[in-house]
């Protein structure tokens, strides 16, 4: 879809680049073809400016020009260009905001292999392994996940990213990640129930009692968020696909489900959900 795409000129909108497709010109390289053109003067001058550069952006692999040009909503227009040099990031943490708080657990999916990392454990060597992609996806990181790491382990991540938060918004599927995943019809089967709150507690737990089964519950649940965003992304690729004149010849096949290495304890879950609700001064 990117070398559909005319948005990134800068003075193009949605409405232009709806013309210039129904001119004819459906791609960068339709585009070179033509010394006038069927369009204004000001218009075809920006896209024989600007094709040509962003075909060599292209061919440099460098997600990071369109990320600039484009808006978050219209990020979905290079993943499937990078599609096999992206990570799927989501982190936990113990609740507390980047000032305070600390990373617990970090999950990364690339559509092939699944990696964690564990604060106390191996959570450092997350800066090296992070470095061999050239685009994220998150659900919510421009504001929270991508800060909070940055701060946290005190390191720059440069890639190009996708924040799934604004594409879906803009299709109307808004709140939490699990909301969007449900409205989707994504489920989680053992983890349907658990949400975002949990993942402090289960923390808190393992601290405690150095439990396996507490630390591979909140594996679970860290894990199915990275893999869901997988799900998500080419579920929301699609669905923005079909407003286009692109939703037969670009439209990409769902993706593989991964094998999750651990399983969320019910007697974990059930004794967290127990102090949740006893928290709650709202239940009564």
């Known amino acids: 879809m990117l070398k559909n795409t005319f948005q990134h000129i800068p003075g193009i909108g949605r409405k232009t680049e709806e013309k210039i497709w129904a001119a004819g010109l459906r791609d960068w390289q339709a585009v070179a073809a033509f010394s006038n053109g069927p369009l204004p003067r000001k218009t075809m001058a920006a896209l024989q400016v600007y094709c ?3 075909q060599v952006q292209l061919d440099r692999g460098n997600p990071v020009y369109f990320e600039n040009l484009l808006t978050a909503a219209l990020g979905w227009r290079f993943f499937p260009e990078f599609r096999n040099r992206t990570a799927y990031l989501d982190i936990e943490t113990d609740g507390l905001d980047s ?3 600390h990373i617990t657990t970090i999950a990364l999916y690339d559509g092939r292999n699944i990696f964690w990392y564990i604060n106390g454990r191996n959570l450092e060597t997350f800066a090296e392994d992070i470095q061999k ?3 994220l996806v998150t ?3 421009k504001t929270f996940d991508i800060p909070f790491i940055q ?3 005190r390191i720059k991540l440069p890639q190009a990213h996708i924040d799934l938060r604004y594409i879906l918004a803009s299709l109307g599927y808004k709140g939490g990640l699990k909301r969007c995943e449900r409205a989707l019809g994504i489920g989680r089967t053992d983890l ?3 949400d975002g709150a949990f993942a402090p507690l289960l923390w808190q737990e393992y601290q405690i009692r150095n439990d396996r089964a507490t630390l591979e519950t909140l594996l679970a649940y860290n894990i199915a968020d990275v893999v869901n965003l997988e799900t998500l992304m080419v579920k929301a690729y699609n669905l923005k696909l079909a407003t286009t004149p692109f939703a037969q010849t670009n439209r990409l096949e769902p993706p593989r489900t991964p ?3 651990f399983k969320p304890d019910r007697e974990v879950v059930a ?3 127990s102090r949740a609700l006893s928290m709650d001064p709202y239940n009564y």
Do not use: C, F, T
Request: glycine share 12%; net charge positive; proline share 8%.
């Open 52 to 54: 040509p550069q962003s």
């Open 271 to 273: 004794k967290i959900r």
């Open 192 to 194: 349907d129930g658990i």
């Open 151 to 153: 701060s946290y382990l």
């Open 139 to 141: 659900y919510n990181g």
């Open 99 to 101: 000032y305070y708080g």
């Open 133 to 135: 992609y050239q685009v």
């Open 259 to 261: 094998k999750v290495p």
